[in-house]
T-cell receptor
Framework: LAKTTQPISMDSYEGQEVNITCSHN???????ITWYQQFPSQGPRFIIQ???TKVTNEVASLFIPADRKSSTLSLPRVSLSDTAVYYC???????????????FGTGTRLTVIP | DAGVIQSPRHEVTEMGQEVTLRCKPI?????LFWYRQTMMRGLELLIY????????DSGMPEDRFSAKMPNASFSTLKIQPSEPRDSAVYFC?????????????FGPGTRLTVL
């Protein structure tokens, strides 16, 4: 079971780039890295998923170094509406019964300050 | 599409009562997940179904909890009898193919308070 470690909370000013790093030292060869975002009083929302190097979409970028023991979610020029909890998950997408890998935990609470 | 629908949105009950939470997944999705969220433990997976069949219920806390999915468009999570420590927000999510790691779409949640 790939365990993840991420900061409990972060603060950032509006307009800044925010980088949230997740540590997953015992990531397995077939594991993918997935990030979700949760706004207050809502269910989580999928942000991005990757396996190695860099993945970018309209919302965020995901940077994964060669050893894959960590990953960094990058949010460009955050606004107040980016205040949310961000979860890092690691698991093997090929194993359909690998539910024990699906661990959200408490995530990182990002607060964007005006 | 209306997204994942959960009902009720809020439920207040007394200890010992039976509680039934309901979920309608997104049409066509073949995976359905039930989660529980508390401040102390975060977001925990309770059980998930694939094509209406329960695949892994190892997250269900105890025998007081049960979940069913009688058809592709409806699932229930039942707590009987309820206890104050069951107070939490319960989320239902669904996804299309690809196992548990495919993008999951979450409902708005049911906030349960057991007095």
């Amino acid at each position: 079971l790939a365990k993840t470690t991420q900061p409990i909370s972060m603060d950032s000013y509006e307009g800044q780039e925010v980088n949230i790093t997740c540590s997953h030292n015992n990531i397995a060869t077939n594991d993918y890295i997935t990030w979700y975002q949760q706004f207050p009083s809502q269910g989580p929302r999928f942000i991005i998923q990757g396996y190695k190097t860099k993945v970018t979409n309209e919302v965020a970028s995901l940077f994964i170094p060669a050893d894959r023991k960590s990953s960094t979610l990058s949010l460009p020029r955050v606004s107040l509406s980016d205040t949310a909890v961000y979860y890092c998950l690691v698991g093997d997408i090929e194993i359909e019964t690998g539910a024990n890998n699906l661990f959200f935990g408490t995530g990182t609470r990002l607060t964007v300050i005006p | 599409d209306a997204g994942v629908i959960q009902s009720p949105r809020h439920e207040v009950t007394e200890m010992g009562q039976e509680v039934t939470l309901r979920c309608k997944p997104i049409s066509g999705h073949d995976y359905l997940f039930w989660y529980r969220q508390t401040m102390m433990r975060g977001l925990e997976l309770l059980i998930y179904f694939n094509n209406n069949v329960p695949i892994d219920d190892s997250g269900m806390p105890e025998d007081r909890f049960s979940a069913k999915m009688p058809n592709a468009s409806f699932s229930t999570l039942k707590i009987q009898p309820s206890e104050p420590r069951d107070s939490a927000v319960y989320f239902c999510a669904s996804s299309l193919g690809g196992g548990v790691w495919n993008e999951q779409f979450f409902g708005p949640g049911t906030r349960l308070t057991v007095l």
